[in-house]
């Protein structure tokens, strides 16, 4: 069955500090792995994905095999990167996307 | 990337009345899908909105409960039906072209059920 876990309801950290938000996925075949971020009062928007291999906003995620994760990683935390971040899972291109449970990522001054 | 306009916005529904909520794309998409997201949760996908035929229902989603249209590559509706304070939740659009980068999200249709 598909499935994304993020073990961590909420990762608090101070500014400057390192920052790993955890996901692994259950799925038989080649998955595609998203991040998602949703900021205070807007819109789900795409952070990354790991086909592009890039990084967005000092966030990079590398998608490993063996261990069936997908970890969001960025060396120094800002506070504007205080959010819910969701990892997500689909099939194929346009497939459906199936979500985690999230992460409340809290960065203190 | 595509630009999704949801409506409404935000609505309050008297128990046992239905609700229909729109969503447009500024262009045309391969796939269109609706999901919940109840407080505090993540988002649960309720079903794939298909072009000129019934949408696709997740497991616990009803097509007589959550009654879905797409006439078109470029909009669909979601019917909330006979609400109860358990449908009050924040309902989503999601679209997504072959090919593109990833999937769009609107801005949600907060629900409260009184």
């Known amino acids: 069955a598909q499935r994304v876990t993020q073990p961590e309801k909420l990762l608090s950290v101070f500014k400057g500090a390192p920052v790993e938000l955890k996901c692994n996925y259950s799925?038989?075949?080649?998955?595609?792995l998203f991040w998602y971020v949703q900021y205070s009062r807007q819109r789900l928007q795409l952070l990354l994905r790991h086909i592009s291999r890039e990084s967005i906003k000092g966030f990079t995620a590398d998608l490993n095999k063996g261990e069936t994760s997908f970890h969001l990683k960025k060396p120094f935390a800002q506070e504007e990167d205080s959010a819910m971040y969701y990892c997500a899972l689909s099939g194929r291109n346009t497939d459906k996307l199936i979500f985690g449970t999230g992460t409340r990522l809290q960065v203190f001054p | 990337s595509a630009v999704i306009s949801q409506k409404p916005s935000r609505d309050i529904c008297q128990r046992g009345t239905s609700l229909t909520i729109q969503c447009q794309v500024d262009s045309q998409v391969t796939m269109m899908f609706w999901y919940r997201q109840q407080p505090g949760q993540s988002l649960t996908l309720i079903a794939t909105a298909n072009q000129g035929s019934e949408a696709t229902y997740e497991s616990g989603f009803v097509i007589d409960k959550f009654p879905i249209s797409r006439p078109n590559l470029t909009f669909s509706t979601l019917t909330v039906s006979n609400m109860s304070p358990e449908d009050s939740s924040i309902y989503l659009c999601?679209?997504?072209?072959?090919?593109?980068?990833?999937?769009?999200f609107g801005s949600g249709t907060r629900l409260t059920v009184v």
């Open positions: 999601s679209v997504a072209k072959t090919g593109s980068y990833g999937y769009t």
């Open positions: 799925y038989s075949g080649s998955p595609e």
